[in-house]
């Protein structure tokens, strides 16, 4: 009996002084991270996990609060980084999306979302000094030294007004749209969706119609009635009559 009661009591003290581990790296995490900063893994049953361990998942909160991320299983996570210089973001990251590099970075109350299986090869996206979004639609592809930029980052005013010349804008990528290497999209720039952009384009500007290939600097549409797939060309009769 003597040694029932000393065992009772010991788990009293530790459950008292010492908390779970679970409850310990929660707040580590956010000792670390800045208040109210969260992680949120989603997994195929929709359970969420809070500020789990990602593989190849870096972020630099820089001490500031209240930003989230929010990633859904499946994912293929080679290297993603994340840059929070500020509060009031959001990052999500849509089930199956393939990331081999890509890397985010926010500023005040900014949004991205990555649509649906889309691909990320070697991307970077700017929202810093930015309050905009980009978004992403479902099964893009996004190859090598892809830029995206809501924003310039400094000021342009006439001299005459004080008026400033370039707010920045967001930026909305449609469904199925393949940015080939060396794309940039600045700020205001809208894709239709089924649409292709050649290497090394300049994109800025709303466009409207889909299934067409745009290209240059600046890029403008180039044909009309297209559409694309992953396949290589020789393999094409394999697939056209799935498409």
């Not at 929709?46 to 991320?69: D, M």
């Not at 809208?190 to 890029?219: M, R």
């Amino acid at each position: 009996m003597k040694y029932r009661i000393l065992f009772i009591l010991r788990r009293l003290v530790n459950s008292s002084f010492f908390p779970s581990k679970k409850i310990r790296l929660l707040v580590r995490y956010m000792n670390k991270n800045g208040k109210n900063n969260v992680v949120i893994l989603v997994k195929e049953n929709g359970r969420k996990i809070y500020n789990p361990r990602i593989k190849n998942l870096h972020v630099n909160y820089n001490g500031f609060c209240n930003n989230i991320i929010e990633i859904y299983e499946p994912l293929y996570i080679k290297n993603l980084n994340i840059n929070y210089q500020g509060n009031n973001n959001v990052l999500t990251v849509e089930k199956s999306v393939r990331i081999r590099s890509l890397s985010v970075k926010f500023g005040d109350g900014s949004a991205a979302r990555l649509g649906e299986g889309s691909s990320f090869f070697n991307v970077s996206m700017f929202l810093a000094n930015t309050r905009n979004s980009i978004t992403i639609g479902k099964n893009c592809m996004f190859s090598y030294d892809v830029e995206l930029r809501a924003g310039d980052s400094h000021t342009i005013y006439d001299i005459k007004t004080k008026e400033v010349l370039n707010f920045p804008k967001d930026v909305a990528v449609g469904n199925h749209v393949w940015l080939c290497a060396g794309t940039k999209l600045l700020k205001g720039t809208k894709i239709p969706d089924n649409c292709v952009v050649g290497a090394n384009s300049l994109v800025t500007g709303q466009l409207e119609e889909p299934n067409c290939i745009i290209a240059g600097s600046p890029a403008k549409v180039i044909k009309t009635g297209v559409n694309w797939h992953g396949c290589s060309p020789y393999n094409w009769d394999s697939y056209k009559d799935f498409n």
